[in-house]
């Protein structure tokens, strides 16, 4: 081809790459989500996978609060189950109450408190999980219209193991869009984790860790592991004797995805051990901003040279107690910035007239917009990852489960400042969002953290679809597999070898004494002889 015109040979290429990228046929893919922010970034995967012609069943509960069974894009199963708990919004507001109490107390308090809620929520939503995938395997018209359909893969959230357990009885290859399994990081269950450089979840460390810190985090790493064993593992004990051939383990199954589709990116996630079938897809969600709508145009022009602040607790948390409401309410009203506020609730009487209240906003259009100079979040993973990539400096609200270690996180690159929402003033909030937008080390920290993460071969996005696709083309990825997965954990460990070599070593030392109590007497022997 080195004689080859340049015109052709641009052709030949590009016909080239079409043809690879078209290689993969249409492949019929289950998916199996978890509600609220867990499905706004599945969707995003599943409008990708269709313009590529795949085909897609999703299944959602009849009691689901944000899945909706309409999309012409997908086909829903819908299966009939009433929630043993209400798990919606109001729930969650009830977590936030709890949470901000535990804020309050003393750490060691705060400790024990805090694992005894999240021993009590893990119950609460695994029994959930239980239900609904109970529900479908004792439905034998469903299940079997769902094996005649013959899918070739499962794509789901594995949270929560539902959508693990009907792979494994279906018999299809797994891809996980993953971040948290059973009641940690997922990174735990596959690849090793020293606990004296990888922060346990909600421990709130960095990976520089003094010897109380590693001592703290070992310990939360032991509590993980009970209630992973002695909490979650035995809700799930009478449907795996139920359902599954003898000797089934809830662990084992969970380890046996092909691909694990990990929500992380290095420029925000503390380095870690990995392994070869783990991909790294965080800030996948993220995109270029498209124009808003003139009314929010224009509302944002009219802060001419001193910007916007956007504001958003996410989907699950709609308001916070009207104290703290009106504190933050307050300090926005000293501002010369223009708020853009995603509220739902009572409108505050200290709000300024600087400020808009909107019940839904285009954040991430928001977020890529010039005016926008600040980001007011709780922590959320899509909107963290969305600040990165359009780079935008965050003051952080931690409310929940991984957004106090998201704080952590984004606050160690250098990219946020954290407020501790419980102790929250208006002063305080003044200062710290004062300071975000006018401190250019905030800035300047985010927006080299957003061209390391736009630097690289792939997009995000367009990494998931090549790893999904290729379980689809290969039926499966075994070899990706480690074998460690399917080890006892003394084995693991190398136990079992310790205690080997400490047996060993014993019976050398017990031969040792013996032998030379046995020199010894003959010797005794023979001086009295002589």
Known sequence: LRHTPKWLRSFLYFFCLLFVAGSCSAGRILVFPEDGSHWLSMQVILKELHTRGHSLTVVRSSASWYIQDSCPIYTFVTVNYNQIEDVGPVFFETLVQRSLALQRMTPILRFFEQQKDVTAVLKS??????GLISTMLDDASLMGRLQDAKFDLMLTDPAFPAGVLLAHYLHVPMVYNVRWLNAGEAHVALAPSPPSHVPVYNSLFSDRMGILQRTENILRYLVSVLQEHFVILPIY??????HFPAGSDLLTMQRSADIWLMRVDFIFEFPRPSMPNTVYIGGFQCRPAQPIPAELEDFMQSSAEHGVVVMSLGVMVTSLPKEITEAIAAAFAKLPQKIIWRYLGERPSSLGNNTLLLEWLPQNDLLGHPKTCAFVSHGGTNGIYEAIYHGVPVLVLPLLFDQFD??????????????????????????????????????????KMSVLHRDRPLSSLDTAIFWIEYVLRH??????RSEGNNLPWYSYHCLDVLFFLLVIILAALWAAVTLCRLFCCKSDRKQKID
């Open 125 to 130: 939503f695994h029994g959930e999980a239980l």
């Open 237 to 242: 004990d009478k449907l795996l004797k139920r």
């Open 406 to 447: 998201n704080a952590v996180r984004l606050e160690v690159r250098g990219a946020a400042r954290v407020l501790e929402v419980a102790t929250l003033t208006s002063s305080d909030f003044l200062e710290a969002i004062t300071d975000v937008i006018k401190n250019p080390t905030y800035r300047s920290s985010i927006q």
């Open 475 to 480: 039926k499966g990825a075994p070899h990706l």
